[in-house]
């Protein structure tokens, strides 16, 4: 399966912007990149999900590189309750979702 | 509420007992996933039913575990005689194959102690 980096932890203030960034370097042209968050004692949940094109959605924006070996997920203004370990994951498409695989993320803490 | 329900939350249980945890999927969804996490990692993939096809299994799923989904609804995975190192967070996920939106939607997850 083909890897990503992501920092191990990240802070930020309320209400300011959020830039998670992710490498994947040996991405192939067929990994889409998801983003997954886990919430304190919860499961983990779908962020966006993207290809090449940028996405945005209700929670984020993913901005994927040119080359797509790097991506980054945009939270536009963080608030307390987005305080979350964020997951960058690489899956085949549609079908073979199930095995995201899934490394240790970036822990988001989110300054009042 | 429509999501993933595991059950139960929380188990405690001595080592060499057998545990049983149960998951239900998005009404909907055929396919069904059961994810181990230890603390400070991320989810592991254990295995994944499609309706009630067992699909894939890993490496990590020793013969000591076991799921089943007997009717394409509900999952139950078992762990006989259970070790120290079998304590975790297990999660259950569901996900509808025929939509390419990549998104698998977990449940809370049932913690295991093993003492």
């Known amino acids: 399966d083909a890897k990503t980096t992501q920092p191990n932890s990240m802070e930020s203030n309320e209400e300011e912007p959020v830039h998670l960034p992710c490498n994947h370097s040996?991405?192939?042209?067929?990994?889409?990149i998801h983003w997954y968050r886990q919430l304190p004692s919860q499961g983990p949940e779908y962020v966006i999900h993207?290809?090449?094109s940028n996405v945005n959605n209700r929670m984020a924006s993913l901005a994927i590189a040119e080359d797509r070996k790097s991506s980054t997920l945009i939270l536009h203004r963080a608030t307390l309750r987005d305080a979350a370990v964020y997951y960058c994951i690489l899956s085949g498409s549609g079908g073979s979702n199930y095995k995201l695989t899934f490394g240790k993320g970036t822990l988001l803490t989110v300054n009042p | 509420d429509t999501g993933v329900s595991q059950d139960p939350r929380h188990k405690i249980t001595k080592r060499g007992q057998n545990v049983t945890f149960r998951c239900d999927p998005i009404?909907?969804?055929?396919?069904l996933y059961w994810y181990r996490q230890t603390l400070g990692q991320g989810p592991e993939f254990l295995t994944y039913?499609?309706?009630?096809?067992?699909?894939?299994k890993s490496r990590l799923l020793s013969d000591r575990f076991s799921a089943e989904r007997p009717k394409g609804s509900f999952s139950t995975l078992e762990i006989q005689r259970t070790e120290q190192g079998d304590s975790a967070m297990y999660l259950c996920?569901?996900?509808?194959?025929?939509?390419?939106?990549?998104?698998?939607?977990f449940g809370e997850g049932s913690r295991l102690t093993v003492l």
């Open positions: 996920a569901s996900s509808f194959v025929a939509t390419n939106t990549g998104e698998l939607f």
């Open positions: 993207g290809l090449t």
């Open positions: 009404s909907e969804h055929n396919r």
């Open positions: 039913f499609q309706n009630e096809a067992q699909l894939e």
């Open positions: 040996t991405i192939s042209g067929t990994d889409y």
